[in-house]
Antibody
């Protein structure tokens, strides 16, 4: 079965960077059909799309408001996707989810989420 | 402010039918992009409920159904159960943002 297991919670100071990992299993990570999408959810708030990465060719697409601060990469040797967010501000405090993207602007399996707290 | 508008809350008694609306615009739902629905019970990760407007992933009961018309979409739940209590989000693609958009979510309370 498809599983996405994310790294543990992080606490960072404003201005720092954070990297969250997402290890995939149960399907072909480098399939032409599947990407990894990242979605975040601030405390008590709704879902917000962060961006996606396609392990097959490394292509990425980021939300306009996070352009320049977010980088998504993959390590195909370990079937792991990474999301790095820099120049952190308090508004970046959220649970960050990775999810499998079957290539038609949706996700079908989700990771368990990683809480990133930005606090001085 | 979300590009897709959802009412903040909906409620219903066990056994009843409830509907959730999702209103978009000509740059997302109205541009023929599909709508997807996710269910998020409290304290858990979201789960795909309906994809491509009307389709249910395997394992999702046929009590859940979706529809789309013009710049809006709807989710319906029949035979409401206590464990349906959750937040429900619609999602689509938006050409003006060149990215995905989510609705603000609707909280379902089962009375």
């Amino acid at each position: 079965q498809v599983q996405l297991v994310q790294s543990g919670a992080e606490v960072k100071k404003p201005g720092a960077s954070v990297r969250v990992s997402c290890k995939a299993s149960g399907y072909t990570f480098t399939s032409r059909s599947h990407g990894i999408t990242w979605v975040r959810q601030a405390p008590g708030q709704g879902l917000e799309w962060v961006g996606w990465v396609f392990p097959y060719n490394g292509n990425t697409k980021y939300a306009q408001k996070l352009q320049g601060r977010v980088t998504m990469t993959t390590d195909t040797s370990t079937s792991t996707a990474y999301m790095e967010l820099g120049s952190l501000i308090s508004d970046d405090t959220a649970v960050y989810y990775c999810a499998r993207d079957p290539g038609d602007y949706r996700v079908d399996h989700w990771g368990q989420g990683t809480l990133v707290t930005v606090s001085s | 402010q979300s590009m897709l508008t959802q009412p903040p809350s909906v409620s219903g008694a066990p056994g009843q039918r409830v509907t959730f609306s999702c209103t978009g615009s000509s740059s997302n739902i109205g541009a023929s992009y599909d709508v997807h629905w996710y269910q998020q019970p409290p304290g858990t990760a979201p789960k795909l409920l309906i994809y491509n407007n009307i389709n249910r992933p395997s394992g999702v009961p046929d009590r859940f159904s979706g529809s789309k018309s013009g710049t809006s979409a709807s989710l319906a739940i029949t035979g409401l159960q206590a464990d349906d209590e959750a937040d429900y989000y619609c999602q689509s693609y938006d050409t003006s943002l060149s990215g995905w958009v989510f609705g603000g979510g609707t909280k379902l309370t089962v009375l």
